[in-house]
């Protein structure tokens, strides 16, 4: 992987910056990550190993890894977290110029919606105006408990909404 100067996730995933919980999986050129900004514990990241920054110039490799990564993401955290939603977004933006991009997979409880008084992008907006992060006892014990799930071989989930 070659790092790119002034590049937080190229940074994390170096370890040229603590990651708490450490890399939790990689797969077909993609890492996961707990995420280190205000989301609430169990938001996890999903980004390239090298450093991206438009999806249009993600290799075949990795865009057919994509999808399927995801889904076994959310369905981990879904298992581990129980939340109301889990919020898959696209985040690639470093002080307003196109950056590292990442997928975000936010468990989204019932308890932040009525604590923020808001959800969606609104809620992500004030969680990160509040700017409480998880304590990184509790994220290295989080990424205990899901690594198994996205490093062991996957297994066929029932759907939740059926």
């Known amino acids: 992987m070659r790092a790119h100067e002034e590049c937080l996730a190229c940074d994390l995933a170096t370890g040229k910056r603590p990651l708490p919980g450490g890399r939790i999986a990689e797969v077909d050129g993609w890492v996961v ?17 090298r450093h991206v920054l438009h999806v249009a110039d993600l290799g075949d490799g990795e865009s057919a890894a994509l999808g399927p990564l995801l889904r076994r993401v959310s369905a981990a955290v879904t298992e581990l977290v129980r939340p109301e939603q889990v919020y898959v977004c696209l985040w690639s933006h470093a002080q307003g110029r196109p950056g590292h991009l990442h997928f975000v997979v936010q468990p989204v409880r019932k308890a932040d919606m009525e604590r923020f008084g808001a959800f969606g992008p609104s809620l992500q907006m004030a969680m990160f105006l509040k700017d409480e992060r998880p304590a990184t006892d509790d994220i290295e014990a989080f990424c205990a408990r899901v690594r198994p799930l996205l490093t062991q071989p996957a297994r066929v989930r029932p759907s939740l909404g059926q």
């Open 33 to 49: 990550e707990h995420a280190v900004a205000p989301l609430g514990l169990g938001t996890l990241i999903v980004k390239p190993l």
